[in-house]
């Protein structure tokens, strides 16, 4: 099922893709949204590498890695502590999700093997430019995508 939003660039629950070149907030339900994320090949992307959404919206996220490496998706509230964040992921190991640092974050995902799926729910934060993010060990420099809050 589709719970309308405005996006650039996003697949929605049924695989949908929607690439409306002109945001609309105003028209964006603060509603809850699933939204699907995907790591393919053996490429360092994200697909879609931008999302956009209203400010206040429920988000409903499924990573699915479609890819041949393990991967984790983390929404940072601040793209300068990306190198910290990876620096403490790698430490770390594990799921590569720095957890003593979880005020740095917004939303995350265990690491996750070629050929699963996770989820995990939140809300979309104040309006601005987010950063998205694999934190495992050597991804964090090109595996990056931007997440628009909306008013």
Known sequence: MIRHAWVVGLLLS??????S????????PTSD?????RATSSTLEFDPSMIALKQGTQVHLRFVNAGTLPHNFVLVRDEADIDALATAAM???GDYVPTALKDRLIAWTPLTSPGQT????????????????CLMSGHANSMLGTFRSLH
Not at 118 to 133: A, D, I, Q
Request: glycine share 8%.
């Open 14 to 19: 049924d695989g949908l893709l929607l690439d």
């Open 21 to 28: 070149p002109t945001f609309r907030p105003s028209d964006s």
């Open 33 to 37: 949204t699933t939204v699907t994320i």
């Open 91 to 93: 430490k770390q190991g």
């Open 118 to 133: 996770v989820e995990v729910s939140f809300t979309v934060p104040p309006p601005g430019s987010y950063t998205y993010v």
